[in-house]
């Protein structure tokens, strides 16, 4: 459902559900900017419910993915991409990214971090599986696939964020960044399969506490 829209606001297009739309959900409220939020699927999920594409979404989002955006006539979609437009666009107070080149660089790298390696095993194999599939789309999970990625992944994956944020305030330096967000937003979508922080990731644990 699209909120009340006025001229030139930031209409994002996707689902809140997922943790690549709450990502730049953070990101905007975070730059203190005004949106509307447009509730919708991809276009995956929305052909294998038997719901029709909006044209004005094919357009934004080319590949029918979320999150996307539309300023006036200009589109843009990837969450990456969107947030690094909104920094680049929208000049506030609130900075996405560390100006200390060292932090930025890490800041990116984190948030690469949890695009690839994190969204293919926290988003795709359990958060799809285990929340999406028997929600939105009245398919049973495949435990099998659940199970080898919180088994097999997910514990290497959470090591290497625990030896990180030991002796820093977030991930990339001391500054709040787009790393804070896309990891935590990640760590959500374990948390929505009922999947929490153990206490042998103390340091991680302790960050997010």
Request: net charge positive; proline share 5%.
């Amino acid at each position: 459902m699209t909120n009340h829209i006025e001229k030139n606001e930031i209409i994002l297009s996707g689902a809140s559900i997922s943790p690549h739309v709450r990502k730049v959900m953070v990101a905007v409220a975070e730059k203190k900017l005004r949106y509307a939020l447009n509730e919708i699927l991809p276009i995956s999920l929305l052909k294998a419910t038997g719901q029709n594409t909006p044209k004005e979404f094919q357009l934004t989002s080319p590949l029918g993915k979320i999150p996307a955006i539309q300023i006036g006539s200009h589109g843009i979609s990837d969450s990456t991409v969107i947030e690094k437009y909104l920094e680049r666009n929208y000049k506030t107070r609130h900075n996405l990214y560390p100006k200390i080149p060292e932090a930025y660089g890490e800041s990116i790298w984190f948030e690469q971090y949890s695009d690839t390696a994190l969204t293919d095993a926290c988003y795709k194999k359990i958060f799809l599986e285990g929340v999406i599939k028997p929600t939105a789309l009245n398919i049973n999970a495949d435990s099998t696939i659940i199970n080898k990625a919180i088994d097999n992944e997910l514990p290497s994956l959470l090591r290497f964020l625990d030896s990180k944020p030991s002796n820093r305030k977030y991930f990339s330096g001391d500054t709040f960044s787009m790393a804070y967000i896309a990891i935590t937003t990640q760590l959500m979508s374990l948390e929505m399969h009922g999947i929490k922080i153990e206490r042998q990731y103390k340091n991680l644990k302790n960050h997010f506490e």
